[in-house]
């Protein structure tokens, strides 16, 4: 059944309009497969999103400084969904509009993602806390991207680029394939998106190495009944920056083939990209959001008789839970290799929510 029937008619209309023909010359059938995918899963994504939000703005002991962080990637995941709900308008102002959107949203997914491994690695490595860095965070994961949006702009770069709008090259058969990879579209995609998406993924893969082998360190001089929180914590934060590498790896390749090839996109490709890319709001959820302390703060407000409440078995604990995983980011210090406590520390912030 294809998932588009269960839009507003207008909207599946919109959508569907689309599917006339692309810079990519794909058939109407290819181009209705690939937003099929986007819509589906930024579905999904939007979702998963809201979920985080709402968790946030509705329960007043999940407003801590780390899943403030999460709050914000979730905001910009919203946006970055919402954009890939235009369909391909393929020319005129709501194309570019789309294109502006999903430059801005995209960028700011993936630099919200570099201050949260910041803070963890502030807060565990360094013994320091960064709620008071939150005014710069906003003016580097937002303001960067809204500068860099304007910048295809000056050489009139937004356009069809596939089955949507957003950074285009030229698609003139007169040009030569060398003309088409200087173009400043494919300029404007590298040095925008995907070489700060990549040197992303280079920081937050580096910062969570240091900061599990630190964790793995400290795991190895407690009691047998402490490892087990700290393995889970390792396991936990091993996957943060897979998510970027999973979700944009297909579309990186496709991009260095659109580079290569220009005049010959594989459409293997365009579907390897639209199937991984959607779902990065639902996987920021998943592993960034939802922790202990978000669903036991849902689970607390169902009816006692439909499921336990996680705030609940808390209580029954003594609130022993939570102390215990705040706890052990209190003991991680790397000075001399040294495990100990203190450090500077907020005692109304709970950064460790992220694990």
């Not at 709900?85 to 960028?107: D, V, Y």
């Not at 993924?201 to 795991?219: C, D, E, G, M, Q």
Request: proline share 4%.
């Amino acid at each position: 059944m294809n998932p588009l029937h269960y839009l507003p008619q207008p909207i599946a209309h919109r959508l569907l309009k689309s599917d006339d023909s692309s810079a990519t010359g794909f058939s109407p059938k290819e181009n209705e497969i690939l937003l099929i995918i986007t819509v589906a899963e930024s579905v999904l994504s939007l979702i998963g999103s809201i979920l985080i939000v709402t968790s946030y703005l509705k329960f007043k002991r999940l407003r801590k400084f780390s899943l403030e962080l999460v709050f914000w990637l979730s905001v910009s995941d919203i946006g970055m969904c919402v954009s890939y709900f235009f369909g391909n308008p393929k020319s005129g102002g709501l194309c570019t509009a789309q294109a502006m959107i999903m430059s801005f949203f995209e960028l700011a997914s993936v630099l919200w993602t570099t201050v949260i491994a910041l803070t963890l690695f502030r807060l565990i490595i360094l013994q320091r806390t960064s709620s008071h860095l939150i005014k710069y965070y906003h003016v580097f994961c937002f303001g960067v991207p809204f500068v860099s949006m304007f910048l295809p702009l000056l050489t009139n770069s937004y356009g069809d680029s596939g089955a949507w709008c957003w950074i285009s090259t030229p698609t003139d058969e007169s040009e030569t394939d060398k003309q088409l990879m200087e173009s400043p579209g494919n300029l404007w995609r590298l040095t925008l998106f995907y070489l700060p998406l990549w040197l992303a993924i280079i920081f937050n893969s580096t910062v969570y190495l240091i900061v599990t082998k630190t964790l793995s360190r400290v795991a190895s001089t407690q009691a047998s009944d402490q490892r087990p929180k700290y393995l889970k914590m390792i396991r936990r934060l091993r996957l943060y920056p897979l998510i970027l590498v999973f979700c944009w790896l297909g579309a990186t390749i496709n991009r260095i083939q659109n580079v290569i090839d220009p005049s010959h996109p594989w459409y293997s490709l365009y579907l390897f990209q639209v199937a991984t890319r959607s779902l990065q709001g639902t996987l920021n959820a998943l592993v960034y959001g939802f922790n202990n302390h978000v669903i036991g703060e849902w689970l607390s407000i169902i009816p006692n008789g439909c499921s336990w409440s996680a705030s609940k078995e808390e209580e029954e604990s003594g609130g022993e839970e939570e102390d215990e995983e705040d706890g052990i980011f209190n003991k991680v210090s790397y000075v001399g290799g040294k495990v100990g406590g203190g450090g500077e520390r907020d005692s109304n912030d709970m950064e460790t929510s992220l694990i």
